[in-house]
């Protein structure tokens, strides 16, 4: 079997898993734009490249959140889509950020179709109890009619954008000037940043941001690595949460006497 085919193979189960929902939590992580990179990299023989794009994706989606359940962007598209392209072409790791955006919004539609196509199939189901009111007819259906449905909105489209993804893009960046390319690397180096800026600006407290700026100072005057910085982070967390603890026992004490 022709790797390509191997490679658009496995991006489209991928997708099929995340878009099915399957254990909700597993397909979720299964299919997070940095292991799908590693994935896709290993089966490329480029595993660096594809853990590369796919963390500058995990990082551009990060402060996503889910007002009432809708997807805004599919992350998980974006990475599966951009990353075997990118890598079959040699396009710049930045760019291929820039061009998995478009998928990730292709990604949002098609979430909110699928659920669409299913409200028709809840009322076919309605139907069917009120009508017939096999057990078996009915749980067949209700188990084979979501998954198809996201199999068919999910996986076709990944399986032939990443089969014929390389040669339509290479064609592209061929006739690209040098200009836009270079456009679309300078933005793709930002994208990253706005995506880690929401995710602060989602979870900031104003107490804590002398934390964050101190961080961010330390990585960029003394040059601590990100896993030094991590070590660092992780114990001045576990010395707030103790401090945090012992206050609350301590007031509880009081209360108490």
Known sequence: MNNLVLVATVCGLLQFLSFSEFGYTFSEKITSAVVIGTIVG?????????????????????GMIYPGGIVPADGGLAAVVAIPIAIK???????????????GIIGGLL???KKTINIFGLHKLEDMINKSGD?????????????????LLSFPLVFLSVYFGPSVVGAIISDIPQWIMHGME????ILPALGFAIAVSVIMKRKYMPLFFAGFFLVEYFKITPMGASIFGACIAVYLFMNNKSSKKGKKEEQTN
Not at 42 to 62: F, N, R, S, V
Not at 90 to 103: H, N, R, T
Not at 186 to 189: E, F, I, R, T
């Open 42 to 62: 290993l089966m490329m023989g480029d595993p660096k490249t594809g853990l590369l794009i796919g963390a500058q994706i995990e990082l551009l989606y990060i």
């Open 89 to 103: 072409t040699g396009l710049d790791p930045k760019a291929a950020v820039s061009l998995g955006i478009p998928f």
């Open 111 to 113: 979430y909110e179709l």
């Open 135 to 151: 057990p078996k007819t009915i749980r067949k259906y209700q188990d084979v009619f979501p998954v198809l449905v996201a199999f």
């Open 186 to 189: 300078v933005a793709g180096g």
